[in-house]
Structures are given as C-alpha cells and as structure tokens.
C-alpha cells in the first residue's frame, strides 16, 4: 500500500505550524497547574490563540486564573508567536550548526513578509539578539520601579512578563486593570511605549537603522514607516487629549495636566496592536472609540510584531487615491515610484481585510446580545491583534468566541497568507484585450 505525501506550499504549512502550536499551548493550559481553578476547552484555546497571535484578549483575567506555570506558558506563546515559529526554527539550526535550505528561506521570507531571500538569515539572527536585549535592559528598567513596591520576587517577574508582552505587541498584563494603576508614572509610561512602538516598527526598519545609521541612506519604506508612526501617533496623541479632556471618566478624573498628557499618549500609541490600557476603554467617548477603531485597523509596521493591514499598505492606498485624483498615471512618493504589484497587493489587503471584518461582526451581531459598537470595536481589535476591549470578551458565547479566535488568527497571518494558503496558483498563458467597466 503507498501513502500518498501532500505536498504544502510555504504559506499552508505556516498556517499548519501556527495551528499546531495553538493546540499544544491549548492542552498545556487545560492542565491542572496551569489555573487556579479548572476552565474550560473553549477558554484554554481562546487564551492560546490570543497569546500566540500576541493579541491580549482575554476571557479570564490572566493574573488570578493562571498560576505561574500557565502565566508562563502564555509568556512563551507570545515569545514565539511574536518574533515568529519560523524564526526560532532556524534559531535552533543556527545553534546546532545545520545548512538552513532554500524552502526553509521561502518559509521565513513569508513568515516574516520579506520581498527578498537576499540576508534573510542574518536579518533572523538580528532580530533575536535585538529583541532578547531589548527585553532584557526593559526588565531591568521596569524593576527599578515595581522591585522596591513589589519585592523582589514578584517585582521581577512582573517586569519580565511585562517587558516581554509589551516588546511584542501583546496587551496580556498581570493586573486585571491592565496598567490604569500607573497612569500617570512615567517610568512606566516609557518603558511600556517605548517597547511597543519599537517592537510594531518592524524588524526590516530597524535592522536598516542599524546598518546605514542615517536617515537619508534608510530605504523607502522605512521612512515611510518612521515618518508615518511620528505623525500617526502625535495626531492620535492631540484628538484623544482633545475628546477626552473634559471626559469626567477619564481625563478628566486625572488632576495634572502631566497625568492627561501621559494618559493621553499611552492611548494614542496603544491602538495599533499594543493593547495594554491606562484609561478604561468602556468609559471612553463614542468619538474617541471611533477614531480608535482607525487607528486598530492601520496597525503597525511589516514585519514586525503587531497586526492590522500594515501603515504602509494604508499609505499606500492613500498615494494610490491621490494618484487617481489628480489623474496621474504613476504612484510616486520621494522621487520614487511604487511598483504596480505593491499597489494591487495593498487593495487585496485592504479587500480581505474589510470582508473579514465585515463577516465577524455580522455574525457575532446575531449570536450576541452587545450592542454594535462594542462587537465592532471587539472584531478590528481581534482582527488587528490589539486587545483592546469594551468589556464584552468574558461576556460572549462559545459560537462569538470562536469567531473571535478565527479573526485572531487570520489577522495575525495576514489576509494574504489566508488567501495563498486556499489559492491554486495559475499563471495566464493568453492576454485578453481590455475594455471598459463602468464603476462608481
């Protein structure tokens, strides 16, 4: 009898690996030590989907139904889940000194959304010793405050568990309340920041910092990425001030102008994936939510460890339309000119992306009972690997739940590995002469 071998592409296999360490993260959180109290199968895989796609929804509260050993295994599956399965794949291959082949290079170029195969491996190998280091000098930093309120013990352990949530975009906190305890520290305030937005920037962007060490000499897109998130996050930073200033709920509870400001621009960086809070986003005013929602759908950078459609692709939609407004016929930024493959791929992911989104809250809108801006705000932040929440995440059934885990999943791998994973490809032998369409 022969056994038939399928052979997987690498964006199926990706999506099988991912799978495979869901259900093994699923298990060792079903174990006896690993809660405080038993739970059940649907939170157990819910809690290791949302640590594996780092996005830091939770149906329990993280610090009291999980005891050390499962806080601990949630802390390895967003290690993993962050810096990428492949990644640490070829890690290991390094270590034991063994030849990386070219489907394993395929593998991680499209695990880590890389154009090119050129310096791969030295781009993996930099991404661990940047981040490792990184986390490292943030424990230390974090601990010079929480050691002495904490102990030593439990003062460590929160600033590792924090650094490493926070450097990979993840939102899971030992504190129910998240981080609305430190409000207005700034110690905390820039460590956790400074950690997320550095981790969202995307591995590409700093590893091209590091190397040409000047602005004029970085690439296109990382200068697209740097000078966006500089003005992303300080519009973001002076709306929120503006609609939550007088908010009794919120800003308004604070009584330095030093604490609304730090609150003011912890939430304006948060949205793109980060998902921890220091506000309660349930007390937030409907138009600050709203503006909230943009911010969870744009994301953070390629590459990198957040989620959402990508700034860049949102850019690049942006000049697209420009373009098309001003009846050019090329995309242009800086001199340059974006290729016709980057632009249609852009539109693919702003596509999917949407019918995703729309297809999770019309669903979960006829099996839950919340209104429709809570559902909507709890799908674009799954579907961004955010973790931002009305408060409606313990509340849903089991159906909303594995809606959410569905959404959290493909919005960590990105639409277009969902859509390479199911798609045959085909290249057409014959160009069929064209003809107008009448649209909008």
Do not use: C
Not at 55 to 61: F, N, R, S
Not at 65 to 78: D, E, N
């Amino acid at each position: 009898m022969k056994f038939k071998y399928i052979k997987l592409n690498p964006f199926q296999l990706l999506v099988l690996v991912f799978l495979f360490f869901i259900i093994l993260g699923t298990m060792l959180l079903k174990l006896p030590f690993s809660t405080t109290n038993s739970i059940s199968w649907i939170d157990a895989f819910f809690t290791a989907t949302s640590a594996m796609t780092v996005t830091g929804l939770a149906v329990v509260d993280t610090g009291t139904a999980y005891t050390i050993f499962g806080q601990s295994i949630i802390l390895v599956l967003i290690q993993v889940g962050g810096l990428g399965i492949m990644s640490f794949a070829v890690l290991i291959f390094m270590m034991l000194g063994k030849k990386i082949g070219f489907k394993e290079r395929v593998i991680v170029q499209q695990a880590l959304n890389q154009t090119s195969l050129g310096g791969i491996i030295r781009l993996v190998r930099n991404l661990f010793i940047y981040s490792f280091t990184t986390e490292i000098i943030a424990m230390l930093i974090l601990a010079i405050g929480w050691v002495p309120e904490y102990g030593w013990g439990k003062g460590m352990y929160y600033s590792l568990f924090h650094s490493i949530s926070a450097f990979n975009n993840a939102g899971f906190s030992t504190w129910s309340d998240s981080l609305m305890g430190f409000v207005g520290d700034p110690l905390v305030n820039i460590v956790i920041t400074f950690l997320f937005i550095v981790g969202g920037i995307g591995f590409t962007v700093l590893s091209d910092i590091w190397y040409k060490r000047s602005y004029k000499k970085l690439s296109l897109h990382s200068k697209l990425m740097l000078a966006g998130s500089l003005i992303l996050n300080l519009l973001a930073m002076l709306v929120i001030f503006s609609l939550e200033y007088r908010n009794p709920n919120t800003l308004g509870t604070l009584h330095s102008l030093g604490d609304k400001l730090w609150a003011s621009y912890f939430q304006a960086v948060t949205p793109r994936t980060a998902g921890f809070n220091t506000l309660d986003i349930g007390n937030l005013h409907e138009a600050t939510i709203t503006f909230m929602l943009l911010l969870m759908f744009i994301g953070a950078g390629s590459a990198s460890t957040g989620g959402g459609i990508k700034l860049t692709t949102f850019l690049v939609i942006i000049l697209s339309v420009s373009t098309f407004l001003r009846e050019n016929n090329q995309v242009t930024i800086g001199n340059r000119a974006i290729k016709e493959k980057v632009i249609f791929k852009s539109l693919a992911i702003l596509s999917i992306s949407i019918l995703l989104i729309f297809l999770g809250v019309f669903i979960l809108n006829i099996t839950e009972t919340e209104p429709f801006l809570k559902i909507l705000f709890e799908v674009i932040s799954a579907f961004g690997t955010v973790g931002l929440s009305m408060g409606i995440t313990g509340d849903l059934s089991n159906i909303g739940k594995i809606i959410i885990i569905l959404i959290m999943f493909f919005g960590k791998l990105g639409p277009l590995t969902l859509a390479f994973s199911l798609a045959k490809p085909r290249q057409e032998k014959i160009r069929y002469p064209s003809e107008d369409i009448l649209t909008g």
